[in-house]
């Protein structure tokens, strides 16, 4: 299975220079989502979507997981990382859809194999309380056999969003109920030629802050800053 994480927004809202590189408790937020991913022990292969806005998370992921001490490849032990290819694909920033067209196309060219159907764990840099834990309970859902659907996002209800403080960026109503996107997706790339595609998308509903907590305003950073504490994963 693939781990694909977009990195490459301008990061506008937040306006703190490139989003990826903002840091919590000391850390970069993209480095909280890339050890949750290795530390899943979910994937082969985990593609990080750059772009020229973001030049700088480029330049840190290479000195740290491409390059130096964290190298995709043969990862410390000691740290929870098994065996894992970490690839930056530069992307033409033209727009998440436009971005993820060009990365599900590109997957097409790897070895991959998950259950000979969900082959594609999309997920935004900015979610910083993500940990291995719910990466693979995720995963497990959708590897089930209950879906369907060649697309099955992960959401969260508005409801529970608000109780934490934040609001909701995209949302849907299912079942009398308002639900948020948080970035996360699982596909077939099988059964995607492009997005937007005329597919039947399916829902895993999450209502836990490791998904929840989606950083695009400082009020965002401030909820995450509060609750990074509580973080199930390591580091």
Do not use: Q
């Not at 390059?67 to 930056?88: A, E, P």
């Not at 727009?95 to 599900?104: A, F, K, M, P, Q």
């Not at 005329?198 to 929840?212: F, K, P, S």
């Amino acid at each position: 299975m693939i781990a694909v994480v977009m990195a490459g927004g301008r990061g506008s809202r937040l306006a703190m220079g490139e989003k990826p590189l903002v840091k919590i408790n000391g850390k970069p937020m993209i480095s909280y989502v890339l050890d949750a991913l290795l530390r899943s022990r979910c994937f082969n292969v985990i593609t990080v979507a750059v772009s020229n806005n973001t030049i700088r998370t480029k330049r840190y992921l290479m000195d740290r997981y491409v390059n130096g001490s964290d190298h995709g490849i043969g990862l410390d032990r000691s740290k929870g990382y098994t065996n894992c290819k970490i690839m930056l694909v530069d992307t033409p920033a033209d727009g998440y859809v436009i971005d993820l067209n060009s990365l599900i196309l590109a997957s097409r060219g790897y070895d991959y194999e998950y259950d000979g159907y969900y082959n594609l764990f999309i997920t935004p840099a900015d979610l910083p309380l993500l940990d291995e834990h719910i990466v693979r309970n995720i995963v497990g859902i959708a590897g089930s056999g209950v879906y369907s659907s060649a697309w099955i996002a992960v959401m969260t209800s508005k409801a529970f969003l608000t109780s934490l403080g934040l609001s909701c960026n995209g949302c849907i109503e299912s079942k009398g109920s308002v639900l948020c996107y948080t970035g996360i997706s699982i596909i077939n790339t099988g059964g995607v030629e492009r997005v937007p595609a005329v597919v039947d998308e399916e829902y895993i509903i999450l209502d836990d802050a490791r998904v929840a907590v989606n950083v695009n305003t400082l009020e965002d950073l401030k909820v995450a800053e509060s609750l990074s504490k509580y973080r199930i994963g390591k580091g």
